[in-house]
């Protein structure tokens, strides 16, 4: 099976590292001392702290394959500061046409989406629908409730 490419920026890349590096090397010491410590408590059929352990364990080793694989998968990309058009990496002004409400975004990746902190993915409804367009353009979002329009004012 080919693992699909991650599209990360270098923030992003160095984020899924510092998260690995703090699994293999401080969580998964405390989840193995906890182990060894449920271990000391006997029979293991009714040792509730140990199946608990194990299962921490489980779940930590699933989450380090899993960020091991992005970052190996990982493909770096970079905002250009003379963009034309909106790209990954693009941070983008717009305009809500029928709201007149101005809203700036930052398009990532999908594994750095954050709509929170403002970084939407490319493939979200808004980011895929502006990708490629150039300022001054106005674009055309499907959305549940009809079809919702944006002008982009201006591409960082």
């Known amino acids: 099976m080919s693992e699909k490419e991650v599209l990360l920026t270098k923030e992003g890349l160095e984020k899924l590292e510092a998260k690995l590096d703090y699994l293999k090397n401080v969580k998964r010491i405390e989840v193995a001392q906890r182990i060894k410590v449920a271990l000391g408590f006997g029979d293991l059929s009714e040792n509730s702290e140990y199946e608990d352990a194990k299962n921490e364990q489980a779940m930590v080793e ?5 960020l091991e694989a992005k970052i190996r998968n990982a493909r770096l990309f970079e905002a250009t ?5 909106v790209d990954i990496g693009s941070t983008v002004r717009l305009l809500h046409v029928a709201r ?8 990532v990746g999908s594994i750095e989406s954050d ?3 403002r970084r939407i993915s ?3 409804p808004l980011g895929g ?3 490629g367009h150039k300022e001054g353009e106005v674009v055309q979002v499907p959305a549940p409730k009809g079809t919702l329009e944006y002008k982009i004012l201006e591409i960082k």
């Not at 699933?62 to 899993?66: F, H, K, L, M, S």
């Not at 500061?81 to 058009?85: E, M």
């Open 100 to 107: 007149n409400i101005e809203m700036e975004y930052t398009i």
């Open 129 to 131: 629908a502006i990708i």
């Open 81 to 85: 500061s003379n963009a034309t058009t």
């Open 122 to 124: 490319n493939e979200s």
């Open 115 to 117: 709509p929170a902190n």
């Open 62 to 66: 699933g989450q380090i394959v899993d």
